[in-house]
């Protein structure tokens, strides 16, 4: 039997771990990275010349975030140009090279399509030759399944983030409380090497331990709306007792939304743009969990900016403590009209 969704009691515990200073990582998140990396290259942020690595520019939430860097240059009068990852580890791997070699650019700002691939470059060719990176959205070296300061990797400037495994934890752990009886479930993500993605699939480990419940399906997309159509349509087609579906993106989720069609089906989603605040308000989706992509990006460009002016730097940007949220991350239909989307 499905349950309507509620905020579960664990979620609002992690909820409550997200707002907390330092929680589950014993660092502060009042640490600088001051100490940890090169000198500033300039000392007027208006010297700056950035190169914006988007992890590429196909949907809302990436072109949100580019919109929003080019006002941020703009007001700190710093020159940007915008890299297109095109959803593909090794095209941006080879433009960070290109523009290091370029010698054009004294700072990185940089959301990876894999973190690990580019992490000698960011962490120690960058900074060779006085380069400062700051890094949002997905962590780097290894550091997409850490908590709190330890996604942030020594060499860079900052780590910007509001999509860390806890987070993702209680997401799962919210769909494991509102269903007692157990549930069915599909799972449609982003790219495998994607640090969401990553994260994604170690949080739904925890279904694995959970009384009656059991993930019949499992597909990566490249985060647009007719890959998750597709996906979503065959996982109905082959399982047709399924119960949930949760999508790791809210352009996925249209997707997901017109295959399952009058199915009774009930759909998670992760990204909180406009569409799915409408969709939690009206019933269509059980609940939407926050994705800030002007926000994230305001806040990695005006780190290297701040830094470059002399200020402290947090290691580690928490946006689950954004103003921008209502103190929490996760939108329900008892809270939605508290949310305002960025895209």
Sequence with gaps: MKTRHTLGVAALAVTACLTATACSTGVSDSATASDKIIDAPVSDPADLKIAYFSAGTSNSYLQAS?????????????????????????????????????????????????????????????????????????????RATKLGEDTYQPGTVTYVGGQTLDVYQAWVQDVIDAHPDGAKIGLISGPDLNANTICFLEAAKAFDDADGFEVVAQQATDYTTPKAFDAAQTMVQANPDMDIIMSNFSGMTRGVVEAVESKDIEIYDFGGDEWALGQVESGGLASSVMMLPRQETREAIEAVADYVDGKDVAAFINLTKSDELPGTPFATADNVGDFTAEY
């Design 66 to 142: 580019i919109d929003e860097a080019k006002k941020v240059a703009d007001e700190i009068g710093a020159d940007l140009d915008v890299f297109d990852g095109e959803f593909n580890a090794q095209t941006q791997f080879d433009q960070m090279q290109q523009a290091l070699t370029s010698g054009k650019y004294n700072a990185f700002v940089v959301e990876p399509n894999d973190g690990n691939l580019v992490c000698d470059i960011l962490t120690h060719d960058a900074p060779d030759e006085d380069v400062l990176v700051s890094v949002f959205n997905l962590p780097i070296c290894g």
